[in-house]
């Protein structure tokens, strides 16, 4: 069982380029979430995702946008990339239907450089 | 708007020395508080999750207390190892996770 898988590991992009941040879990985990990291920052929610089909606003969603065509995998998409979206991001998931729905798991992470 | 703070933001000590984090928070309408570890260049492992009901959850050298009236938890690692080396990050759920800056522990062999 690989748990969450991320790809790519890292990226360097040019500023004004489309990017997709590929994410994939293998638990049936019904809740899925996107978090940037900060050096200083913390973790800060993006979009989240409670089931298959829903999707919602975290934190700090703009100039993201996210899919759940299915329970395995949630796409985070940069339309037009900005320095400022240089961070490392992680991908998270929940199985809010069991008895431990609180506790997320996460992926290794994407390095993401925009220039 | 929860805000969490963890200090330090660093730590080193020798080896076999307690190690005691601390992480505050502002809101205390919180449902649970999770602690995390997070190796360099890795993703973040749950450590502990403490109900809002709970004060204090244990995991073998682990334990983390939680007093919510005053928007607090600490996290305790007894006789501290190299191997605790890592960044340590508390976050807590009122409807959505929010994350402290962590604390980096070094132990030093």
């Known amino acids: 069982i690989a748990g969450i898988t991320q790809a790519p590991t890292s990226q360097i992009l040019a500023a004004g380029r489309r990017m997709t941040l590929r994410c994939t879990q293998d638990?049936?985990?019904?809740?899925m979430y996107w978090y940037r990291q900060d050096l200083g920052l913390g973790l800060r929610l993006i979009h989240y995702?409670?089931?298959?089909?829903?999707?919602g606003k975290g934190e700090v969603p703009d100039g993201y946008s996210v899919s759940r065509a299915n329970t395995d995998d949630f796409p985070l998409t940069l339309a037009s990339a900005v320095p400022s979206q240089t961070s490392v991001y992680f991908c998270?998931?929940?199985?809010?239907?069991?008895?431990?729905?609180?506790?997320?798991?996460f992926g290794p992470g994407t390095r993401l450089t925009v220039l | 708007k929860q805000e969490v703070t963890q200090i330090p933001a660093a730590l080193s000590v020798p080896e076999g020395e307690n190690l005691v984090l601390n992480c505050s928070f502002t809101?205390?309408?919180?449902?649970?508080l999770q602690w995390f570890r997070q190796d360099p260049g890795k993703g973040l492992t749950s450590l502990l999750l403490?109900?809002?009901?709970?004060r204090e959850q244990t995991s073998g050298r682990l334990n983390a207390s939680l007093d919510k009236s005053s928007g607090r938890s600490t996290l305790y690692i007894a006789a501290s190892q190299p191997g605790d080396s890592a960044t340590y990050l508390c976050?807590?759920?009122?409807?959505?996770?929010?994350f402290g800056a962590g604390t980096t522990v070094t132990v030093r062999a």
């Open positions: 998270a998931s929940s199985d809010q239907a069991s008895g431990d729905p609180d506790t997320q798991y």
């Open positions: 638990m049936r985990h019904n809740a």
């Open positions: 995702s409670n089931t298959a089909g829903t999707t």
């Open positions: 809101d205390s309408a919180i449902y649970n």
């Open positions: 403490i109900q809002s009901s709970q």
């Open positions: 976050a807590v759920n009122d409807y959505k996770l929010s």
